[in-house]
C-alpha cells in the first residue's frame, strides 16, 4: 500500500510533523472519484445514446402514425362521399313512384267516344317525383279531361302548370303530376 498511497508530506526533522494519518485517504478518494467519474461519463453516454435511439424510433412510429392517419382519413372521405351519394340515390328512389298505374288509371278511365293517341310521361332526373304528362285524345273532349284527371287525383297525384288545347276532333293536355306524400 506504500506504492499507491504516498505520504504527501513527509516528516522533516526540527522544522514540521508530517500529516495526519487521516490523510492518507486523500489519493485513495481521488482514485473513487476519478473511476466514479469514468463511470458516470460512460453511463451518460450509454443513457444518452440510448435517448437518441428512443426519439430516432419515436420519430419513425409518428411518421408511421401519420401516414396511417392520412389513409384511414382518404378511407373516410371516401365513405362519407359513397354514403352521400347513396343518400341521395335512396332518396330520388324514395321519391319515384312507379308509373304504371298512372297509365291503366288513364286507359281505364277513356269513355267509347274516346281513345287515346299519345301518351308521354316523362320523369324529372333532378325530382322525381314531378312527372310531364303529355296526352293526346281523340274524341270525349274537356269532359274526357275531366274524367281522367279525377281518376288521376285518386291517386294521390295533382297536376300543375296544366295546359289544355282543344283541337277539332282531339284535344291535346300536359301537366306536370306530382304525388302528394300524406
Given at each position: ?24 485517504f486523500?489519493p ?26 428512443s ?10 402514425a401519420?401516414t ?13 362521399d ?13 321519391g ?5 298505374p ?34 293526346k ?11 281522367t ?11 300543375y302548370?296544366?295546359q ?18 300524406n
Amino acid at each position: 500500500m506504500s506504492e499507491v498511497i504516498h505520504d504527501l508530506k513527509t516528516e522533516r526533522q526540527n522544522v514540521s510533523a508530517g500529516l495526519p494519518a487521516g490523510y492518507k485517504f486523500v489519493p485513495i478518494a481521488f482514485y473513487i472519484v476519478s473511476a466514479a467519474s469514468l463511470l458516470l461519463s460512460l453511463y451518460f453516454s450509454l443513457s444518452k445514446k440510448a435517448y437518441e435511439a428512443s426519439e430516432a424510433d419515436l420519430r419513425f412510429r409518428a411518421s408511421n402514425a401519420k401516414t396511417e392517419e392520412m389513409k384511414l382519413l382518404t378511407n373516410q372521405q371516401s365513405l362519407v362521399d359513397e354514403a352521400k351519394r347513396a343518400e341521395v340515390f335512396a332518396k330520388w328512389l324514395e321519391g319515384s313512384r312507379p308509373l304504371q298505374p298512372v297509365t291503366v288509371v288513364i286507359a281505364r278511365s277513356m269513355s267509347k267516344d274516346s281513345t287515346i293517341a299519345g301518351l308521354s310521361l316523362n320523369r324529372n332526373p333532378e325530382i322525381p317525383a314531378h312527372t310531364f304528362m303529355q296526352l293526346k285524345i281523340d274524341g270525349g273532349g274537356s269532359e274526357q279531361i275531366e274524367t281522367t284527371l279525377d281518376s288521376i287525383y285518386a291517386l294521390d297525384y295533382q297536376t300543375y302548370s296544366a295546359q289544355q288545347v282543344k283541337g277539332r276532333n282531339s284535344t291535346d293536355f300536359q301537366a306536370t303530376l306530382i304525388h302528394k306524400d300524406n
